[in-house]
Structures are given as C-alpha cells and as structure tokens.
C-alpha cells in the first residue's frame, strides 16, 4: 500500500505540475482508523496529501460528472465501471478526464470491526500478511482480513479498473462467485414471497429517508427525484411509513437496472445499517442472467433498458 500511495502522489504531482489537469480526485488519510476521505489536489505540492488502503471505501465517480475542468481521478474497479457507465450517459466528458487505475484488494468494513470489538474504541490499525491489528487502550486484537472486507468486495468480479489512461500496481485476482457464501449475505432466492417481504419490512423500518444512498450512488443524478416530486406525491414525508421506504427503495434499485455496478457505496452510507446490498446485488444478478448484460464493463456495448428492443 505504501508503494501505491507513493506512485499515485508521484503521478498526481506531475499531471499538476505538468498542467496536464487542473484537479486531481483521490483520497487523504482520515481523522479515524481505517477511515480515508476524499480528498481534491488542485497544486502539486498538495499530492502528498494524497493515500492509498483498505479505506478508500467511496466511489470517487460521484464526483466527476459534468466538471468542466479537466481532471485526473484514482478509480480502483468499482469506479472505473461508474466512470464506464457515466460516459457512455454523457455525464462524462471523456476527453477532459485522465483515470488513474489502481488494482483493489478490497476495502475494510466498519461495521464489521465495531461488532468485532464491541463498542471499544479502536485507536490504531495495521493491515500486514492478510491480517489486520486492531489496537486500543486497553487491547490488541488480530483478525484476518478478509473476514472485516466489505461483502461487495469479497464478491467482487471486477477488482482491476476496466479502463484506465495510467494502471499502478500489479493486478489482482477476481473474486468468484463461489466467494457469495463467505460473505454472510442473504440468501434471498432461497427466501419465499411471503420471507421477502417479511424481510424487506424488517430492514426498512429503520430507514430515515435521509436519502444518503441516493447521494452517495454515482448513477443517482436526476435533476429531481421521483421521492421529491409534489405532483404528484409519490412519497409521504415521514419515514415512519414502511411501506413508503420500501416503495422507494424498490424505485431507486430499478431505476438502477443496466447501470449499478454493485460498488456498495449506497450501502455502506446508510446511517442505520439497512442490507442494502442485498436489493443491489439481486438486481444486478437478473440484469446479467436476462440480458446478459454486465454494467460498466464495455464502452460499446449498450446499456440493455437503452437498446432497441426487437419485437419479431
């Protein structure tokens, strides 16, 4: 990772000095650990703020649409198939955009090292050799990495960015779908109609309608949501309305369809926890097995809701 963060300030620092972009997209180190935050680099000197880890968690796509300065991004996987379907959605000008492509092992969840250490503050952190040191006041804790990598991660088909002007490091292996099992989703097509809905009610409950996922997707950027329209009203104000929360969750997912690269950006900023990933990764599996269709992997290719459909 350090030789990553090096290479990426190396790089940021000469597309700067160089005049090549006027701004570079990428992470700085956070206020917590295993917390980076997104970070804008418009001076050369400013690169060595830049880092690279197991906590570059935010799909940096979000940020590139429509800028009218010409700008470099670091993109791992996930952001290069946003950046893929962004493009092909005129979102992205293409020729004002150099994309930094760094290969990802996977990104650190932090919900599963809270429930790990059960409300101990967690003060330092060390991933090394597979494993990650969790550290504080009072205790020292190693666990491997891959059980506190987020479940979007662990399945990952598409770890190596898909289109790329500059690749650092070495790529990495894919995650099969064999991996599913390992990340303790839900199995929902073993789920009966009547266990879905059960479940989807029980999750929702405690949805807020903060609206976070919807800010947090890079594939979110209608000028005006269907859940803030007035006429009509689709949505009643409170979220106390389950009903509601699930009828918005459902519209935003199919909204999605073709589009969402599964990232889990919608999921890892909900507030309250809710499996979001579960709806995500469900709609992404039957756009694959209808139209064989896997977003965010071809320029050429179109999305299968735009394409012609053939009625002979």
Known sequence: MRELTGAIQETAERLLRDKEVELVVGFAAGSLPLRNTPCFI?????AQNLVW???????????LRRRPE??????????SRSIVELIKENQINREKLVIIGVPCRGMIDRRKVNRLLAGKELLEAEVNDGQVRLKGR??????????????????CP????????????????????DSRSKAGEVDWEAKAPAEKRAYLFAELSRC????????????CFCEECFADCSVPEWLSRSSLNVQDNVFFQAVRV????????????CDRACPMGINLHVLTSKMTKDVQEVFGYTAGVSLEEKPPLAAPISLT
């Open 158 to 177: 598409h770890p190596n960015p898909v289109l790329y002007d500059i690749l650092l490091g070495e790529p990495v292996p894919a995650k099969g779908a």
């Open 53 to 63: 880890g197991y906590g570059c968690e935010n799909n940096l796509a979000v940020f």
């Open 138 to 155: 009072d205790f020292q804790e190693t666990v491997l990495l891959e059980q506190l990598l987020h479940d979007s991660c662990l399945t």
């Open 70 to 79: 010409k700008l470099a991004v670091v993109a791992k996987g996930c952001d």
């Open 42 to 46: 418009r001076r050369p000197h400013e």
């Open 254 to 265: 199919i909204h999605l369809a073709g589009r969402c690269v599964d990232c889990g950006a």
């Open 208 to 219: 807020i309608r903060c609206y976070a996922c919807r800010q947090a997707c890079p594939m």
